[in-house]
């Protein structure tokens, strides 16, 4: 299968409100009006700001709004991602965003951050505690496959090889199967007269992404192995990659932290029709059902139900 477009652009700032400050410059009638911040009687020129009266110095040095990333002036149309920094809007366009949260790249807002060799821009929060290391992988791999277990979801495979790559090395395997934008899982079956006898897998998933990523990712690529060993060949991929999702979903739901919280609105509100609105319908199957039914719905069952 060819490999699926990313889902997510490279610039993605998360961008949760368009906001409007209106700030203009008036001429003070004679006696009447006071600054807002200071309280001192206004003559000439004065700002005014959201229903506020101000002193010129008053405003630019204590009341006015600036810019999270240039830390000049806003006035106008600004933007304000989903950490609170507040943007000029023009920035969207011509600042990286961080491929893991979204935050425009700077040392103001983002405590820095680095390009990797294969294109992501990586700020300095997710590069903390970036994954970069097969043993750290390794044990990731493996708390993930226990939680899973835990829900119900028995990935019995103990063999499951597991690498680390690039955008590259994943665009070059993902010939010979299905490719996420942030792993792959490969499957080799060999059979003697149409009886399967060895089953090989191995996951590849990229190098330097956040801890929480990394775990909804493999998350998502162990649900690939059960249904490779479970599920009937010609899973539609609503179906399928909604289910990678589901796991994906148990496994945020019992993180914590603000980058989990982040990943897990983006799950539920990702407007793609195979891993967003896959995700939801097999959601809504789980809640009605139970995990269980929904397992034993997969071994049997190419496509979702009526209704669902
Ligand atoms: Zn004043
Ligand atoms: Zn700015
Ligand atoms: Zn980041
Ligand atoms: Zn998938």
Known sequence: MKPKASTKPIFALSIVAIILVMVSIETAPAGSLKC????QDITGQYIQSNGRNYHPECYEKHAALRCDYC???IKGQYLVDHW???YHKEHERSVPACQYCGRLISDRTSRGGTIYGDGRHVCGYCLADAVNDITTARRLMNSVKDKLKAAGINVENDAV????????????????GHADESGLTKYVEQTIDSVCIVRDFE???????PRIVFTEVIAHE???????TNAPKGL????SEGSCNYASFIILNQSYGAMAEFELNNLLTNPDPVYGEGFRRVKRLVSDKGVACWLDYLKVHADFAQGY
């Open 222 to 228: 162990l649900m690939h192995v059960w249904l490779y």
């Open 36 to 39: 807002d911040l200071c309280g």
């Open 203 to 209: 996951i590849f998933i990229l190098h330097g992404m």
């Open 161 to 176: 090889k597991l690498t680390l790559t690039d955008r590259n090395g994943l665009r070059h395997i993902s010939w010979s």
């Open 71 to 73: 830390g000049q002036i």
């Open 84 to 86: 609170g920094n507040k």
């Open 236 to 239: 539609s991929l609503a179906l």
